[in-house]
């Protein structure tokens, strides 16, 4: 449960495909939630194992994240909380501070 590792309930939706503006209203506007923050360790591994088993089970996904830099280029942020998105987070190479990549996802093809 994502409730062992401080996460509350998650939401693995494979039904459709958003943009990262759409999937944040989605959250807002039909769960009462907002997109997930990864503020330790234990929390990305617990997501990690959660993706997988959903993405067994279809088809690999992109999952957003609540993480931007859309205030601030190269300043990322977990858009709830406004604290700095966690360097354990990212992968090498990771973040780039181009100005079209704004959003995070954790990506199949990076694994997650």
């Known amino acids: 449960q994502a409730t062992w590792v401080d996460m509350g309930c998650i939401l693995l939706n494979t039904s459709a495909t958003y943009t990262w503006e759409k999937a944040n209203g989605y959250c807002q506007e039909n769960e009462n939630a907002t ?3 990864i503020l330790t360790e234990e929390q990305l591994e617990f997501l990690h194992m ?3 088993v959903v993405d067994d ?3 690999k ?3 957003w994240t609540a993480g931007t830099d859309l205030g601030v280029e190269g300043h990322w942020v977990w858009m ?4 700095t998105v966690g360097d354990f987070v990212w992968i ?3 973040p780039k501070s181009t100005i079209g990549s704004n959003c ?3 990506s199949a ?3 997650y």
Do not use: C, D, K
């Open 61 to 63: 996904h992109n999952w």
């Open 109 to 111: 093809g990076f694994g």
């Open 92 to 94: 090498t190479g990771y």
């Open 104 to 106: 995070m996802a954790l």
């Open 80 to 83: 709830r909380s406004l604290q």
């Open 35 to 37: 997109l997930v923050e």
């Open 57 to 59: 089970q279809s088809s």
């Open 50 to 52: 959660a993706i997988t």
